[in-house]
């Protein structure tokens, strides 16, 4: 079965462009995570959603960043306004069930921001 | 809140060899652990987990092993393969904070 995709897998934007980052779960799965994984680091939590409700978005680092998932499945990262520091690659997970449980993590955007 | 740490960011083995990357964790009500394994230029992917009513549990080449009363876990790798060199996460519950892993590299 397909696992978990993200579109696109590299992306550059010049600094103050806005992004849109894809991320499409493994069919069925309640829950959906995004992470941002700096060069040479663990993932950080972003944000987190069941079904269509984001329950968590503490772990944005501003208002820059925006996440929906409005039917519940494809679920979007926007980063509008793009930062130097907002380089790096940004993981999507799903899992079966509410909470952070095992979960299937997609192959990651990196984006690059010049 | 939770936090979990990997002892040391590094570790070098003989291929052949058995490995035991180690991680600590502070919420003593903490139920549930996951290992993952990030491979260069991949995600994450899970490699085994263990409930907090369990002491041990094996999969295939694998063991964690959880002592609750210091609040430690490890995860062993038998006859450690060249296909094992990743980073290794051991992320706690809640946020799933992975820290920054132990970073496994296989010898020929």
């Known amino acids: 079965g397909a696992g978990v995709s993200q579109s696109p897998r590299y992306k550059v934007a010049k600094r103050g462009q806005d992004v849109a980052l894809r991320c499409d779960p493994i069919?069925?799965?309640?829950?959906l995570f995004w992470y941002q994984q700096a060069l040479g680091q663990g993932p950080e939590f972003l944000t987190y959603f069941q079904n269509e409700a984001q329950l968590d978005k503490s772990g944005l680092p501003s208002d820059r960043f925006f996440a929906e998932r409005p039917e519940g499945s494809v679920s979007t990262l926007k980063i509008q306004r793009t930062q130097q520091e907002d380089s790096a690659v940004y993981l999507c997970?799903?899992?079966?069930?509410?909470?952070?449980?095992?979960?299937?993590f997609g192959p990651g955007t990196r984006l690059t921001v010049t | 809140g939770e936090s979990v740490g990997l002892h040391l960011p590094t570790l070098s083995v003989q291929e052949g060899d058995n490995s035991i990357i180690n991680c600590a964790y502070s919420n003593s009500a903490s139920d549930y652990f996951i290992w993952y394994k990030q491979e260069s230029g991949k995600g994450p992917q899970f490699i085994i987990d263990i409930r907090s009513n369990m002491d041990k549990r094996q999969g295939q080449r694998v063991t964690v092993l959880l002592n609750k009363t210091v609040k430690h876990l490890s995860l062993q790798i038998a006859a450690t393969q060249p296909g094992d060199s990743a980073v290794y996460f051991c992320p706690g519950v809640g946020k799933s904070t992975f820290g920054d892993g132990t970073t496994l590299t296989v010898k020929p």
């Open positions: 997970a799903s899992s079966h069930q509410g909470g952070p449980y095992e979960q299937y």
């Open positions: 069919s069925g799965h309640v829950s």
